[in-house]
């Protein structure tokens, strides 16, 4: 039994040792590594890109009934560079206290995002975080709502539509923008965009039918990327496509099983969330509220064009009519931002969005990882320093699990004191394991020990440190 505490023992403390040689040591350095590699394959593709010249942009095509339209893929640009990329389209500029970017007119597109409060490296003078990039980029990056229906309608809104900005053309917390298309048919859209102090986005869609003919349309919303982050390699986080929906709940595709099967296609649903997220950041679509949908998560290749491919996660809301001089409104919303826990909380009991919780990988033991960073969080702000508020936390875990320790202890020294017995045991029926295993049960119960007693209290601290490390993985 001494063997087998030792054992234990051991295991604990060498999760322990390399969670914090990961955590203190290896961490820091690969996202370094990794956030530098980043930008330097991004220049480097964008200098290419500009030798290269301009390419076929992808045409307009029709698109079958209740169907999404392809993608934008865009020309690529002559212009070396995300800035000139922005400002070679009409915009309607975006300035929160948070973030700040652009809407392109075409296609009414989110693809100009930056994060106020977030930088590339610790140097505080290092560029902002650009969470969204134009279609025209090989790192493109964004989220669209459109429409799709029948031939009948005519042309609906889409990656191509060149809408008008009726009146405000900055979005600020308390000025949306409105901005406006009327097709051949009739048919006139009327897109509000609103966004909070935050990360979200409300995008308000009124369809007004001044034609002679009924119409119907489907809502669709997507976000669509086009290169692929670098990720370590690692199943403590998942960073891919996400969302939950319908009666399978959660749902995560890892790049790379995209990849291979091309497409999920969950059942639909009527409520819930999907898109993209990384380890810090997310772009996420929440489809109209008590619509039916169809979710998919998508991998595309490209034969030609100025992207190999592409990663989608989207949904498809069930078609609806709209009679001659009749209405309708559809409202969707885009979270694009930080995944801050407190702020992905409230959005999750204000805006009653299912599970949105889940967008931050809380893992196996989320009923452990969720106290563990509430506590964390506290004893940060009553210290103002992590260190300090890690310590404490550990401290405070220790006095938590002491009274089992206690017991592992007491019942490690009475198996010292049989430890005569036990041996004298072992000679006796040194040729007969049978009778030295009873004897030994015999033993144990005329001695009232437990021989597991001094061992399970250390398996059971293994999954809160684990805990412990997943917290401070995902969160700092």
Known sequence: MENNRNFFITIALSVLILALWQYFYVMPRSEMQREAARIEEQRVAEQKKAAQGTSPGASETPVQPGAIPNAPGGDAVTPAGREQAIASTSRAKIDTPSLEGSINLTGARLDDLRLKHYRETVDKTSPEIALLNPASLSNGYFAEIGFSGTPDVGRLPGPDTVWQTDGNATLTPATPVTLTFTNDKGLTFKRTFSVDSQYMFTVSDMVQNGGSAPATLSNYGRVTRFDKPAIASTYVLHEGLIGVTGSEGLQEYKYSSVESDKEYKPGKSSDGWLGITDKYWAVTLVPPSGREFQPKFSYFEFKSGPHPHSYQSDFLSDPVTIAPGQSTTVESEIFAGAKEVSTIN???????????????????????????????????????????AILATTVIVKALFFPLANKSYASMANMKKVQPKMLEIREKYADDKM?????????????????????????????????LYKVLYITI
């Open 346 to 388: 409230a959005y999750e009991k204000d805006r009653h969005i299912r599970q949105f919780d889940l967008l931050i990988d809380w893992g196996w033991f989320y009923f452990i990882t969720k106290p563990m960073f509430w506590l964390i969080d506290t004893l940060y702000k009553f210290f103002g320093n992590f260190g300090l």
């Open 435 to 467: 009778k030295q295993q009873q004897a030994m049960m015999e033993l144990y119960k005329t001695e009232k020990i437990n021989p597991l007693a001094g061992c399970w209290p250390v398996a059971l601290q293994i999954p809160v440190f684990f805990s």
